[in-house]
């Protein structure tokens, strides 16, 4: 639970810094750069107020958001029993033994996509919604909006990522290998969420 606390953090404060460089560089005169987005322009270093200017200013316009990583950190502690619970619930009900190994792998990564994933997006957005300090209306706008486009992205990525985990990981690593890949994973949930949120 901790770890899963920890990692969601991570994620979250990878998520901020993404949305604040992509704000910096949506302040310049020419966005940010193809291929740099990092780079620091020459005219920076030029000025009076050199890098302490209107970069400073606008950085304190967009300060970091410790109530939101605090909220990530509190729903990946959260989650993380239900999602043991739920592993163990898929070894029991699907063994791989020695000479049907993939079989129940695979089913195990069906019933994974098309039962626990649906659930969990939806738990997720309501979550968070509420955590915001939203009602129904912000509740049900929100699923509106994020969750079929969310569930379709993550139909992208777990399915392999749980092949990989049911057919090679043992059960006690599962949880923190997930974990481990969900880091990248609640950077988008919470670019979606937050850029929901600003619309």
């Not at 991570?10 to 310049?28: C, E, F, P, W, Y």
């Not at 626990?116 to 939806?122: E, K, M, N, T, Y």
């Not at 399915?159 to 997930?178: C, D, E, G, K, W």
Request: with cysteine; hydrophobic share 50%.
């Amino acid at each position: 639970m901790v770890t899963n606390a920890i990692l969601g953090g991570m994620a979250d404060t990878v998520a901020q810094l993404i949305s604040a460089i992509n704000a910096r560089g949506s302040l310049k005169p020419g966005g940010l750069a193809k291929h740099d987005p990092l780079s620091i322009e020459l005219h920076d270093l030029d000025r009076k107020d050199g890098l302490l200017g209107q970069d400073f200013e606008a950085a304190a316009a967009n300060p970091f958001d410790f109530e939101r990583l605090v909220r990530f950190m509190s729903y990946g502690f959260a989650i993380a029993p239900v999602q043991f619970k739920w592993f163990r619930f898929l070894e029991m009900s699907f063994p791989i033994i020695k000479g049907n190994m993939w079989g129940p792998a695979m089913l195990r990564v069906l019933c994974d996509q098309f039962l626990f994933s649906p659930l969990s997006v939806l738990t997720f957005f309501v979550a968070m919604t509420i955590a915001e300090g939203g009602g129904k209306r912000a509740v049900s706008a929100k699923l509106r909006d994020m969750y079929f486009r969310t569930l379709m992205t993550s139909y992208l990525v777990w399915p392999a990522v749980q092949i990989v985990n049911f057919r090679f990981m043992p059960l006690q690593l599962q949880l923190p290998f997930v974990s481990c890949v969900s880091i990248a994973w609640t950077a988008y949930l919470s670019l979606a969420n937050s850029a929901d949120a600003e619309i």
